[in-house]
């Protein structure tokens, strides 16, 4: 059996090793490193795969979050709603505009955040929500959608985990996570499912204007050369990235119906064990969901562990040769960076009891069936005793 890794990308890489190369060449024969044709065809072709009219490309994903909260215009001490559950790179850019996290605590199946406690955190200082598409999965943006046209805020989708991944609205129409909110942020640090070999990000947005000016705050807010019409910062992708993403992005589907396909063979080892819950995958999705569906291309497969020592088995599966994570050991709220006297425990019991229970196992393109079997194995016989 294969070395189990939690990500393969060098397994991912040999697969596309001479588009890769060929692509990387390119830049470095042309040396056009910054704002290179390799960056613009990979904007013009995640917009048609996306569907949306506006991808800006920028240097990382916590850079394209803070970009587009800049682009909205938030002020300091307006108040910004999201998930406690997630990962400290949401509410750190909140943070570092002076705008107000407000935390609230996310569904109990899903992980995404819930919408009742988006309704009850909302005051009139209250201008935006982060929704975030946890593990490659949306949340429920027509809902929240409506929140936002009933009380005026600006919606931001944190894509960072969803790239590739479909919202199902309760008519049946499909488009793409990303594109349903005013703007969306993405990342592309090389585990996510569209990864780089470095850092890299994106801002998608159907809005003229904002794109426009989210272009020059990306450009140290310039339009023209040496002319500063906006504050902006420094946040590009280089080419070299482009030309790595761009070589991948005919590959995504296939990528995520992997990921799925290594989903649904968890999903049948576990079926029988008590101790285990499997991801929920979105109501809109039909009971018999398959590797055809894109509802949830998971970036990663989270667990529940129910009645058994969490950390206990995450030492055993590293133990027996399987990486396996927490996301996340600390909520939020609990952080030292954000805690604050505003928070009342008995408002997370969700994220509170998650972040006990929660376990997540290598997923990636590269998955085989004996590498499965052996993790599912592995675990059952330390449930079972």
Not at 305 to 329: F, M, Q, T, W
């Amino acid at each position: 059996m294969k070395k189990i890794q939690m990500v393969d990308l060098k397994g991912q890489y040999s697969g596309i090793k001479d588009v890769v190369n060929t692509s990387i060449q390119e830049v470095i024969e042309n040396t056009a490193f910054i704002n290179g044709p390799k960056v613009h065809e990979f904007q013009k072709n995640l917009e048609q795969y996306l569907g949306v009219k506006h991808v800006i490309p920028c240097a990382n994903g916590t850079d394209a979050l803070q970009i587009a909260m800049m682009g909205l215009g938030l002020k300091p001490g307006d108040e910004v709603i999201t998930a406690d559950f997630t990962f400290a790179a949401t509410v750190e850019v909140i943070a570092l505009l002076q705008l107000t996290p407000v935390l609230v605590d996310v569904n109990e199946d899903d992980f995404n955040i819930n919408i009742e406690a988006i309704k009850q955190a909302i005051t009139p200082k209250t201008k935006a929500i982060v929704p975030v598409h946890l593990f490659g999965q949306c949340a429920n943006m027509e809902a929240i959608m409506e929140i936002a046209k009933e009380h005026d805020l600006f919606v931001i989708e944190d894509n960072a985990q969803a790239i590739g991944a479909s919202y199902a609205y309760k008519d049946g129409r499909k488009v793409k996570a990303g594109t349903i909110g005013h703007v969306a942020s993405t990342s592309f640090f090389p585990s996510k499912n569209l990864g780089c070999y470095g850092d890299g990000g994106a801002i998608f947005t159907n809005d003229d204007d904002l794109a426009h000016t989210i272009r020059g705050i990306v450009n140290h807010g310039m339009y023209e050369r040496y002319h500063h019409d906006v504050v902006g910062v420094n946040s590009r992708l280089d080419s070299i990235q482009a030309a790595v993403l761009d070589a991948k992005l005919p590959h995504l589907d296939h990528y995520n119906r992997a990921r799925q396909a290594a989903a649904i063979k968890y999903d049948k080892a576990f079926k029988n064990i008590d101790n285990v819950i499997t991801p929920k995958v979105s109501a809109t999705c039909s009971e018999d969901c398959d590797t055809s569906c894109q509802c949830h291309v998971f970036h990663q497969y989270t667990l529940k562990i129910k009645g058994v020592d969490r950390d206990a088995l995450a030492k055993h599966l590293n133990e027996s040769g399987i990486p396996c994570g927490v996301y996340y050991p600390i909520p939020l709220h609990n952080q030292k960076a954000y805690q604050d006297e505003r928070y009342n425990e008995d408002d997370f019991k969700i994220t509170n009891q998650l972040v006990k229970e929660v376990i997540s196992l290598p997923m990636h393109t590269e998955l085989d069936d004996e590498q499965i079997e052996y993790i599912t194995s592995t675990i059952i016989k330390f449930i079972n005793g």
